[in-house]
């Protein structure tokens, strides 16, 4: 019996194992596809007992002939589904086959997993924006400015898939920030500094989507480089600028985008006047120098300054000396003259004494004239003069007189030191001083003899004053001395004094007797006849042309007259010129300059 069960058992299982369970043999697939065409997506199950249903995103699709079909019913285990006239807001989605179960017992229902039916449709617009600009149409200008970050954004609208959006200049792939998709709208933004040199080149989006006949499509902007100007000077100046002839012209260029409006302006004009961007100056006038500075502007921003200077030329004017008209100065003191004059190049200068009508003497080559001690030689009228050179033209001016007077004790300026007389001849000493205010006392004095001016003794001795012809406030002394005789061989001195002081100058007489007729007669032939002598020597060596030294005796002589200053035997430090006047010898002097 228990024989009997076991094979009961096993006859059961073989049964219930020959009836198989159904399965998908074909699940349906992603599959895209454009809009208004026809589709299958495909779903073969089996052993197929139960009956075929389709599922979209999730909720049940009912069958519509025209739209929806299934397989024809006569092919067993095929639920494939027909889709006409797929459309993108019906039709897009997850779809999944199911498959009801054989019998409420079997519990067998398939279900296959979601296949993606997408529904493919190009964007439906393309647009590039800015937020200076907005909406850029394809092929419009897009401005943009120089080395500035620009927020361009290309965005499309209406496509499924969402598409794949690039940017290109020319032939360079510009980086742009990360591809989004919000709904039905997709945008891509650039980020990107622009060089001047992008001027007029080609600002792409391209963007790719499969439904593309050529599987993309490009918006393109045409890029308009804005940048603030760069200027540069042109100028055209005569050959010598000089106030009142020459002339310049100054023009300030400028390269912008969008164009820009140059001007000119001088440097320190408190007024803050503008100049249009070609400035003449025909004739130039002096205040017209200075420096000019070229700016430009546009909506972009301002240039850099470019500079020029005006350089204006004119003579020394406008002198101005201290003091202005005279100065007092104790003799032995310090005195400074200055003198200051405009005119471009600045101005050298020289300070002229005047010695007489005729005869000046050059003070000083600097502006200030310093006298460290003063002397009665200094004293007179003085003249600065302004120089300068324009065109290789020497100009100048003169300031008015300025007059030195000089007060103090007398000073004694010229004296003979020694005078030869010839026994029984008239002998005159002489001596040259100066003194402010005039002397109070002037005598002769020797061997206890004391002479004042203006007095005679013995009807020998006779003292004489009498003004300086040429030397303000000096005065020549003079001692006569009739019939002189070896006695007379002595030393006299000339006394001077005044309020402020006294000087004293010695003179030596010596007396010779007189040189015999005959002595005379004989000392005049022997030099005739050496003179004849040489005479009749030279032109035979002219004849010659034997003289070898006659070029050097001509180089002598030119050097010879050439005007040569010396230091005379006076209390003054320098002389500057020897005049004579009226037979008397007469020599200004002055301290150092």
């Given amino acids: 019996m ?21 399965e998908f ?14 589709t299958t997506l495909s779903c073969l199950v089996e052993n197929m007992g139960g009956e075929c249903r389709w599922q979209k995103d999730g909720k049940p699709v009912g069958i519509y002939p025209g739209k929806y079909t299934l397989a024809k019913p006569d092919t067993e285990g095929d639920c494939s589904l027909t889709i006409f006239s797929v459309d993108l807001k019906l039709d897009d989605g997850e779809w999944e086959c199911q498959v009801t179960s054989t019998s409420f017992q079997s519990q067998d229902a398939l279900a296959s997993s979601p296949a993606k039916l997408t529904v493919q449709v190009p964007p439906s617009t393309i647009t590039l924006k800015t937020a200076s600009q907005g909406t850029v149409e394809d092929q419009m200008m897009l401005r943009v400015a120089e080395d500035q970050l620009e927020t361009i954004t290309c965005m499309t609208s209406h496509s499924n898939p969402a598409p794949t959006i690039s940017w290109q200049m020319g032939d360079q792939v510009l980086p742009s920030t990360k591809q989004t998709t919000t709904g039905e709208r997709t945008e891509a933004i650039l980020t990107h500094s622009f060089a001047r ?24 902007a045409i890029l308009d480089v804005l940048y603030k100007p760069t200027v540069s000077i042109a100028r055209v100046d005569t050959p010598v600028l000089e106030d009142g002839v020459g002339s310049v012209t100054l023009t300030c260029n400028s390269q912008a985008n969008p164009p820009a409006r140059a001007s000119w302006h001088k440097m320190g004009d408190k007024e803050g006047k503008k100049y249009p961007e070609e400035l003449q100056m025909n004739p130039v006038r002096r205040e017209q120098a200075g420096v000019y500075i070229c700016q430009a502007e546009n909506s972009v921003g301002r240039s850099e300054p470019e500079q020029t200077e005006v350089v204006v030329l004119y003579a020394p004017m406008m002198v101005v000396t201290q003091p202005k008209d005279k100065v007092e100065v104790m003799a032995h003191n310090r005195t400074v003259l200055t003198c200051q004059a405009e005119g ?58 300025v007059k030195i007077e000089v007060t103090g004790a007398p000073q004694v300026v010229k004296q003979v030191g020694e005078v030869v007389g010839i026994h029984g001849s008239d002998v ?27 007095s005679e003794v013995d009807g020998r001795y006779k003292a004489e004053l009498v003004p300086h012809p040429h030397m303000e406030d000096c005065y020549i002394s003079r001692l006569t001395v009739r019939r ?59 004849k010659k042309q034997k003289l070898c030294w006659q070029d050097k005796m001509g180089e002598k002589e030119g050097s010879l007259g050439q005007n040569t200053y010396s230091k005379g035997d006076s209390k003054l430090s320098s002389v500057n010129e020897t005049k004579e006047t009226n037979g008397e010898k007469i020599i200004p002097t002055s301290t150092k300059d």
């Fill in 428 to 454: 005159r000493l002489e001596a040259e001083f100066c003194s402010d205010p005039v002397p109070s006392e002037s005598t002769w004095e020797w061997g206890g003899v004391v002479l004042p001016m203006g």
């Fill in 197 to 220: 040199s992008s001027s007029g080149q080609e600002l792409q989006c391209v963007v790719s989507h499969a439904a593309y006949p050529s599987g993309e499509r490009v918006v393109t």
């Fill in 344 to 401: 471009n190049p600045a101005p050298k200068y020289q300070w002229i004494q005047t010695l007489s009508a005729s005869t000046e003497r050059t003070r000083s080559y600097t502006a200030n004239l310093v006298v460290e001690d003063v002397g009665y030689g200094d004293q007179g009228e003085y003249r600065c003069v302004a120089i300068n050179r324009i065109g290789g033209e020497r100009r100048e001016v003169e300031s008015e007189p």
């Fill in 484 to 542: 002189v005789g070896l006695e007379d061989s002595k030393e006299y001195r000339l006394n001077v004094e005044n309020k402020h002081g006294n000087d004293m100058v010695p003179v030596i007489l010596k007396i010779k007797a007189p040189v015999p007729l005959l002595s005379v007669i004989a000392t005049g032939s022997l030099l005739l006849f050496l003179l004849l002598l040489l005479l009749s020597t030279f032109l035979l060596l002219r």
């Fill in 2 to 22: 228990r024989y009997c069960g076991y094979l009961v058992t096993v006859i059961l299982f073989i049964i219930k194992g020959s009836v198989c369970q159904q």
């Fill in 25 to 38: 043999l074909s699940s349906p697939s992603a599959v895209v596809v454009s809009p208004g065409s026809n």
